[in-house]
């Protein structure tokens, strides 16, 4: 048997890296803060000690910066990690991401594919207004060549991020900072991985399908368990990779319930919920008994006193589930 | 330094103090001025097949071949080269072959970019030239990254990126040097400086006497030099090299040229600069001042030149005309390689297109 901790998911999550440092010795952790002080969140928390300032380093205040550097080091053959303190900042680095890194496989015919990851802390409910609060997953999802991550808890985001490491394709591994200190787990203290493109199945159930990931899906959680009480039997799936996402999942399960919802933080509009109601009621058309529902943030700035207005709560979830049901 | 007279070796007859002959052997000299034939032969014929149709896009390099092909020659061929779009010369010092460079102008199927990319967006990882791409500056911060990573890796490489003094003005720029400087990667940035961002002369850039004056400010050193003298690119180049090579850190260096052609085959330069500085600059000319030094030397002359521009000619004519015949690339080849396998949703959206191309393909067959 294993040897596991409890650990939430600042933990597991450096607990990852340690592991991936200890495998490659090609791998390297640049962003700024990440060094001495473990970032601000603590999540490279003791890995400068354990790893040597060469491979856990700060860099200059320099999103764009960063990522141009860390693609650079990946052309010369290391393993970059980066962090971006907040996803609500990587847009300075939006075009190395965007025209840079998303491209350089394909534009070199595959003679270059630097391995760069990008870890990012996103999401609101943190009172954190405007600039620390963004879930930016549609625009990444939006440019080929890149893979998008989202993590629920702290074995997903653990395997997860072990999994995006082994894989070779640049990867925006967006982390819900609202539930970094919350979701707290018993897990494996071992290597392991988890795939990535695959939805997992939270819970399953017969009167309809609702998607989510991040810290959204805790809240639906919260949502389903009201519902029961209600008497609605709801099927939950953590889609965890936006980009590429798991159609297949979702549609076998739409294909059973014939309803489904998705929920959320980044607003309605073009926000990846669109991405996902078109593609399975392309799919799964004969099979729908009710409009396909987004439950999302509003087409607003993200908000600060009133966020809790903004973000998706358990009410207005299951208010979204039972009209959904009752079609 | 910068604010001092332009440092040059070249004499206008082509001499030099004989401190410097050494800076090239004899070789390196008519190598040069065999890359600069072919580069000029290139640009004029590249430019004709441009107006011809038959190739969508060309940018000249006429003028600043010295900048281009003394850069290269100050790196061994490991050393990769960052190129930002107008570096031709590199690619012919490192002798790649012309078919490579012609089938990714034309973008056929023997394209190592799968013909991905318009004309000029160059990648050869086997002659360590990474990918160009359109947004200017972008390549800087890679250079340092790789001057980073060869340092760690103890790999001995020195990278080195080109940039014009229009993308001096890009936040990567900044962003490259200040990193660059921080981690005292071993990195070269050189500034081409042309005098102008397409149509816009480099006053509209920058306030400050020089670019070169910038490195104090980034904590490396700086230098200004003549950019059509191809020994005092080599000199200066060299230098920063070797002080790269030892672990003494970054270098920038602005070399002062003239773009004495369009800035691309979409471009009228006599609606922005004047004949009479055009004429100034044809005296500097780099190949001519080259010539001259290949003649002093007595490696050189007319003859030698004639019969070598013949033979250049012919084959590139016959290289072209080879590589025209092959077709684009495999349909399937615009679905492969986003990833490193295709993901589900692509290979939906392949599937479907592939077939009704098929159908579509068949249909027309078969309509007597």
């Known amino acids: 048997m294993a040897e596991t901790g409890s650990l939430n998911m600042i933990q597991a999550l450096g607990n990852a890296l340690d592991h991936y440092m200890e495998r490659d010795e090609m791998a390297v952790v640049l962003g700024e803060d990440v060094g001495a002080f473990g970032g601000v969140f603590r999540v490279t928390a003791g890995l400068q000690e354990k790893y040597g300032a060469e491979r856990v380093f700060d860099t200059p205040l320099a999103e764009a910066g960063i990522v141009g550097m860390a693609i650079g080091m990946g052309l010369g053959g290391l393993r970059p990690i980066v962090e971006i303190q907040f996803a609500d900042f990587i847009f300075p680095a939006f075009d190395q991401i965007v025209n840079e890194l998303a491209k350089y496989r394909y534009r070199s015919g595959g003679q270059y594919a630097p391995r760069v990851l990008i870890r990012t802390p996103y999401g609101g409910g943190i009172r954190g207004g405007h600039y620390h609060s963004q879930s930016p997953e549609a625009y990444f999802a939006h440019t080929p060549g890149l893979r998008v991550v989202v993590p629920s808890g702290p074995y997903e985001a653990k395997g997860l991020l072990l999994g995006a490491l082994e894989c070779a394709d640049p990867v925006i591994f967006l982390e819900p900072k609202r539930i970094y200190r919350s979701a707290k787990g018993e897990i494996p203290l071992d290597y392991y991985t988890l795939p990535l493109e695959r939805a997992r199945l939270v819970k399953k159930g017969e009167d309809i399908t609702l998607v989510a990931w991040g810290a959204m899906l805790h809240t639906c959680q919260e949502a389903v368990a009201l519902a029961e009480g209600e008497g609605y039997d709801v099927e939950l799936i953590d889609l965890q990779s936006i980009a590429p996402y798991d159609l297949h999942t979702l549609v076998r399960s739409v294909t059973k319930t014939g309803r489904m919802a998705v929920v959320h933080e980044a607003p309605m509009t073009c926000g990846f919920g669109a991405e996902l109601v078109a593609a399975v009621q392309a799919e799964a058309f004969d099979h729908l008994r009710a409009p396909l529902l987004r439950i999302t943030g509003f087409d607003t700035p993200f908000p600060y006193s009133l966020e809790d207005h903004y973000l998706p709560s358990a009410e207005r979830i299951l208010r979204g589930l039972v009209e959904t049901i009752e079609y | ?368």
């Open chain 2, 1 to 368: 330094m910068a604010g001092q007279p332009l440092f040059s070796i070249l004499n206008e007859d082509g001499s030099c103090e004989e401190a410097y002959r050494g800076l090239l052997t004899d070789d390196e000299v008519r190598q040069a001025l065999d890359a600069m034939i072919l580069n000029r032969i290139l640009d004029r014929r590249l430019l004709m097949l441009q107006r011809q149709g038959r190739l969508a896009f060309w940018m000249t390099s006429r003028g600043e071949e010295a900048t281009i092909l003394g850069a290269a020659a100050s790196l061994l061929p490991e050393d990769p080269i960052f190129l930002s779009y107008r570096e031709l010369g590199c690619l012919l010092w490192r002798r790649i072959p012309l078919p490579l460079i012609f089938n990714q102008l034309i973008g056929n199927n023997r394209d190592l970019c799968l013909g991905r990319q318009m004309p000029v967006h160059y990648c050869y990882k086997e002659w360590a030239i990474p990918s160009v791409s359109s947004p200017v500056g972008t390549q800087l911060p890679h250079a340092c990254g790789f001057g980073y990573a060869a340092k760690m890796r103890g790999t001995g490489q020195v990278a080195l990126a080109f940039c014009g003094e229009g993308t001096a003005s890009e936040g990567d720029f900044h962003t490259a040097l200040n990193f660059a400087g921080v981690f005292a990667t071993p990195t070269i940035f050189v500034i081409r400086n042309n005098g102008y961002a397409i149509s816009t002369p480099e006053s509209s850039q920058t306030a400050a006497e020089s670019l070169a004056v910038r490195a104090e400010g980034y904590g490396m050193p700086g230098f200004q030099v003549d950019g059509n003298d191809l020994l005092a690119v080599v000199k200066v180049l060299g230098e920063a090299v070797d002080r790269a090579r030892s672990g003494g850190g970054p270098t920038l260096v602005e070399a002062m040229t003239y773009r004495m052609g369009p800035h691309s085959t979409a471009d009228d330069p006599s609606a922005y600069r004047s004949d009479d500085e055009a004429a100034e600059w044809n005296r500097l000319d780099p190949y001519e001042r080259l010539k001259a030094h290949g003649i002093w030397r007595g490696i050189w002359s007319n003859e030698e030149e004639a019969t070598i521009q013949a033979s250049w000619d012919e084959r590139v004519v016959a290289t072209l005309a080879e590589c025209e015949r092959h077709p684009p690339p495999r349909i399937e080849s615009l679905f492969e390689g986003v990833l490193e396998t295709v993901s589900p949703q692509l290979e939906a959206q392949r599937d479907a297109y592939l077939a009704a191309h098929r159908r579509r393909q068949r249909d027309e067959f078969e309509v007597p």
